[in-house]
Each structure stands twice: as structure tokens, then as C-alpha cells.
């Protein structure tokens, strides 16, 4: 199949999901330096309001509905002026809680954000892309993506799943010109452990569960001011990996982000389970925190 006489790095029209604050805001602003027309998403009527940046477009798009997809879809294509040539999906947010703690509907809404909209926005883009015979998919993963940490269930079911349907689809999309990378960060300075604190007091019945004690220091953690955790990196960090699988001829299937990644993802391939599993428990405090 013949492509585009065109290198990686032309600027191409390119939607961010989650642009309120932290990664998605900078790598709006990062990528819109770099000649990139970027449209950004929100998810909030106030957060659109609130937009900093005349110079970059922003959409509301709501990942848990499916008009407000659709809508936020054709509104960036007109921003864009053309179809999406990349698309960055990294609105997502974390629910903490014991995985005996969740019910159907909280489980359901992780998995409606960060995995089934996600899902369904980025089929709305593969067809543009694969009538221009290219594409870059941007998945943003996590290091919850490749191990578990106790008390983050949710969190790290919508990560593997992620993980799982992206290296499917990059079998599926072989030869298309469309390729499909994985970022997996680790701890980053955003605004993501207020809104799991959020998540965490509206969905769980900490005060009735046996993890009480455990759930009283998470809080404890979470309402802590400066980084939720060693290793953590600033948002460029993580936009520094979607330059390269936005700009490089050759993305990588994965770019792992902070320390713990790639800790992890060694470990997992050189220990047993029953000994990874101590060392995963011994990073989420013994399962306490």
C-alpha cells in the first residue's frame, strides 16, 4: 500500500480528550507550539467557559455520552477543518475503593470513561484515517495498566482492558498507515488525585466497609498537598512520549513514563507472581493506603 508522500512530523489535525487541566491542557498547549492544529475537548460546560487559549479550538465532548461524542466529534472536524489524523485519548479519571466496595453501577462508570467513550470516539476517527491512509492513536494507559495495586480495582480494570483492545487493535489496523501507541505513566502532577478523591467520597460506603481503617489513611493521602508519591513527573513528562508517537516515522507500541513503570514492568517479567504480588503490596502500603 503506497503512502502519503508526507514525513510523521507534518503538522496534523489533532484531537485531545481531557484538556480541562494537567496532561491534556499541556499537551494542547506543547503540540499547538509545535504547528500541530490541535482541537481540544472538555467534558464540562464550565470547563469550556473557562478555556485559556484563543488560539486553540475546544470542544465539549463528553466520553460518557454517546450525542455528546458524536457532537464533539463533528465539532472538532470542523475546528480541525478536515478529518482527525490523531487522536490522544486521555480523559480518563481514577475511582479508588476495594474491589468488595464496588457496585455495578461505579464499576460502570469507570469503564464508561475510560474505556467504552474512549472506544467509541476513536472508531468515529479510524475511518478518516484510513481513507488517508494515516493515523496515530494515542492511547493514554497507565503503570495500573500493566500491574494492579490493591485498592484501585476500577481503575485498573478500564487500564488492562484499554491495554488489551489497543494491542488488538494494532493487529487489526496493521498495514492501514494507522498505527496505535500505548503511554503509561506513573505518578504525574495533575488534578488527579483530587477528582479520585471526589470519586472515592460520592461512590464508596467507606464508613461501613472493613477497610475503614485502610480507607481513612487513603483519605488522609489524597487530601495531602504536594505529590501523591515518589517519582512523581510533570505532565511534560508524559507529553514528550505522544511528540514521538505523533511525530516519529517508526511510534512505539508502549513508552512507559516515571520510575515505577519501568520497575514494575521488569519485575513482572523476571519475578513469580506470589513475589511480584509482595512487591506490589509493599508499593500500595501492604494494601493499606
Known amino acids: 500500500m503506497n503512502r502519503p508522500a508526507q514525513t510523521a512530523a507534518t ?25 500541530h492544529r490541535v482541537v481540544a475537548s472538555v467534558r464540562a460546560e464550565a470547563d469550556l467557559a473557562d478555556w485559556p487559549h484563543a488560539h486553540i479550538p475546544v470542544v465539549l465532548l463528553d466520553l460518557d455520552e454517546s450525542d455528546s461524542i458524536r457532537d464533539g466529534h463533528t465539532a472538532a472536524m470542523e475546528a480541525a477543518d478536515g478529518p482527525i489524523e490523531v487522536l490522544f485519548n ?16 461505579t464499576l460502570r462508570a469507570q469503564l ?4 467504552l467513550g474512549t472506544l467509541e470516539l476513536t472508531n468515529l476517527v479510524i ?5 488517508a491512509e494515516f493515523g496515530r492513536i494515542v492511547q493514554n494507559s497507565s503503570v495500573l495498566g500493566v500491574s494492579a495495586l490493591a485498592f484501585r480495582g476500577a481503575y485498573v480494570a478500564s487500564k488492562f482492558a484499554l491495554e488489551g ?3 488488538t487493535m494494532r493487529l487489526e489496523l496493521a498495514g492501514s498507515g494507522i498505527d496505535v501507541s500505548l ?48 517519582f512523581t513527573l510533570p505532565p511534560e513528562a508524559v507529553v514528550r512520549r505522544v511528540i514521538h508517537a505523533i511525530e516519529s516515522r517508526r511510534p512505539k507500541p508502549r513508552y512507559p513514563v516515571t520510575v515505577p513503570t519501568y520497575l514494575f514492568g521488569v519485575l513482572k517479567r523476571l519475578l513469580t507472581t506470589h513475589a511480584m504480588d509482595r512487591v ?3 508499593a500500595s502500603g501492604g494494601g493499606k493506603r
Open 11 to 35: 503538522p496534523r489535525r489533532t484531537l485531545i480528550t481531557g484538556c480541562s487541566s494537567g496532561i491534556g491542557r499541556r499537551a494542547a498547549e506543547i503540540l499547538a507550539k509545535r504547528g
Open 90 to 105: 486521555n480523559g480518563a479519571y481514577g475511582q479508588p475503593g476495594a474491589v468488595e466496595d464496588l457496585n455495578r453501577d
Open 112 to 115: 464508561e470513561t475510560n474505556l
Open 127 to 131: 475511518p478518516g484515517m484510513r481513507e
Open 165 to 167: 483492545l489497543s494491542d
Open 183 to 230: 503511554i503509561e505513566p506513573g505518578p504525574i502532577t495533575s488534578q488527579f488525585r483530587a477528582n479520585a478523591q471526589r470519586a472515592f467520597e460520592a461512590h464508596i460506603d467507606w464508613q461501613r466497609s472493613v477497610h475503614r481503617e485502610a480507607y481513612a489513611r487513603q483519605l488522609e493521602r489524597l487530601r495531602k498537598p504536594g505529590p501523591a508519591a515518589p
Open 280 to 282: 506490589l503490596m509493599k
